[in-house]
């Protein structure tokens, strides 16, 4: 059976490559930075999310300007790539309408796409994030959104029902299909971590509302799992977790599957770095800092099975690394290159770029050649 052109062989080979980032713990490993970085440097020609307002990512350029974002695509500080909200956001569009005006001038006049059935968040959807959920939550109706959407509710508000204004596009399947026939490169970017996974995770109800594994969000694009797809696995060498304080009061949000819960105040002793402290992008309150686990991790790769290792925060391992971009001095670290032959022993993979800081020349790209003698 034939449908059109659409199943042209010579269609199917057209399409161009896609890159996807994802999380391989519990969020806030820097997904923001590397996305917006390989944005830039592979000059994608369209980034594609399905964030949630939970969700909240940043990229630093060298200069020091800050782009943090929710909804919009990370993406956008390419200022070529079309962008994209894919059909699995939830999206709060008075969120969304603020960061379109907050970063107008990256926009410069190009199109939001957002695909009809991304759903919406209303009051009420909060209201009863905030009654029900004792689990820990950052209470922005995200689940309560899609389990609406899910449950085919009658009143259920998705994108193509909403009244946008402004330079919003509603755009279905086809429109993506399109897309990728022409060969365009597509760079997707996940939200939150595999370790808040609802089925594969940390134990429930201690998760978020979806599944986060590249599996999922590569079905979420509408991309076959054999494209010509590279993926990259983002983690931190002390994974964290939200705040046991809410909007809602005291509320555990769960451990680390044994993990030992530790102080900042212990992490910066052992790199040798002055005090800090780091806070949610969303609550703006203080996260839960844990030590590494390799089970957890073993999960994550057993699951993902991503083509490369990124690994941030790299001056949490040793301080003198922070800001860095000297491969040399990083490849002489005993503590950085002791994590990335435990990756390499371990899992058999390769950490393909070390970050070191937050802005985007602290990234570092690691040449194979030099890691093959410092990691046996």
């Not at 080979?13 to 713990?25: E, I, L, N, S």
């Not at 919003?168 to 399947?173: L, R």
């Not at 939200?191 to 509302?209: C, E, K, M, R, V």
Request: hydrophobic share 35%; proline share 4%.
């Amino acid at each position: 059976m034939c449908f059109g052109n659409r199943t042209k062989k010579e269609d199917v080979k057209m399409r161009g490559k896609v890159y996807v980032v994802t999380d391989g713990q519990a969020g806030s490993c820097g997904k923001g930075k590397l996305v917006g970085y390989l944005a830039r440097k592979l000059d994608v020609d369209v980034t594609i999310n399905h964030n949630m307002p939970n969700s909240g990512h940043t990229f630093v350029y060298d200069d020091g300007r800050k782009v943090i974002t929710h909804h919009l695509p990370i993406g956008v500080v390419n200022p070529r790539t079309t962008l994209l909200i894919g059909c699995g956001a939830v999206i709060n569009p008075e969120i969304l309408y603020q960061e379109l005006e907050e970063n107008k001038d990256l926009i410069n006049g190009r199109i939001l796409y957002i695909h009809e059935r991304a759903a919406i968040v209303a009051d009420k959807h909060i209201a009863f994030e905030r009654k029900n959920i004792r689990s820990g939550s950052t209470f922005q109706g995200s689940s309560a959104a899609n389990a609406e959407k899910s449950l085919r509710i009658p009143g259920t508000i998705l994108a193509k029902d909403y009244p946008w204004k402004g330079n919003i596009f509603i755009y279905d399947d086809n429109l993506f299909f399109q897309m990728r026939r022409a060969g365009l490169s597509v760079l997707i970017e996940m939200s939150q971590g595999f370790d808040l996974d609802i089925n594969h995770g940390l134990p429930y109800p201690y998760t978020t509302s979806r599944g986060c594994t590249i599996t999922d969000v590569l079905g979420y694009c509408g991309i076959p799992y054999n494209d010509d797809i590279t993926s990259y696995m983002v983690f931190r060498p002390y994974p964290i977790r939200i705040s046991n304080d809410s909007v809602e009061g005291k509320i555990y949000t769960g451990d680390y599957a044994g993990s030992k819960e530790i102080s900042w105040e212990e992490v910066c002793r052992r790199a040798g770095l002055e005090q800090t402290e780091e806070y949610t992008t969303v609550t703006k309150r203080k996260r839960r800092v844990f030590e590494f686990n390799y089970s957890r991790f073993y999960n994550a790769i057993e699951v993902n099975n991503p083509d490369y290792l990124v690994l941030n925060f790299a001056q949490y391992l040793d301080g003198k690394v922070l800001g860095s971009t000297d491969i040399e001095q990083i490849l002489n670290s005993p503590a950085i290159m002791g994590m990335c032959a435990c990756m390499k022993t371990l899992y058999d993979k390769d950490i393909a770029m070390i970050g070191t800081g937050a802005k985007e020349s602290e990234m570092v790209e690691l040449p194979k050649e030099k890691m093959k003698v410092y990691v046996r």
